[in-house]
């Protein structure tokens, strides 16, 4: 199983930007499909942006055109760089493994969440 750690969170300014980074292990990382997810105080965990294993990406509406999510399969390193800031946007921010529902459409996390890392835009 991939084992995940999130970094790059901090305190920034609306209008500002910052790049989270996941540091994954695992021999088959490659082959995994994976995303970001968000959680604020009160509201519950929300999917932001997903990238499969063929670079294929996708992202919420909410943060579309202001975020975007990459990774680096020799480092076993998936980002998330975030510009245009803006105060809803804080929250934790984690990532993890996530897999297709063909039924469904939707994408489900299919690993253990990890700390996470915080991130917090001021007005």
């Known amino acids: 199983q991939v084992q995940l750690v999130e970094s790059g969170g901090g305190l920034v300014q609306a209008g500002g930007s910052l790049r989270l980074s996941c540091a994954a292990s695992?021999?088959?990382?490659?082959?995994?499909?994976m995303g970001w997810y968000r959680q604020a105080p009160g509201k519950q965990r929300e999917l932001v942006a997903v990238?499969?294993?063929?670079?294929?990406?996708n992202y919420a509406d909410s943060v579309k055109g202001r975020f975007t999510i990459s990774r680096d399969n020799a480092k076993n390193t998936v980002v998330l760089q975030m510009n245009s800031l803006k105060p809803e946007d804080t929250a934790v921010y984690y990532c993890?493994?996530?897999?297709?529902?063909?039924?469904?459409?939707?994408?489900?996390?299919?690993?253990?969440w990890g700390q996470g890392t915080q991130v917090t835009v001021s007005s």
């Open positions: 993890n493994v996530v897999i297709l529902s063909s039924g469904s459409g939707n994408y489900y996390p299919d690993g253990r």
């Open positions: 695992g021999s088959i990382f490659r082959l995994k499909d």
């Open positions: 990238i499969t294993r063929g670079g294929s990406t």
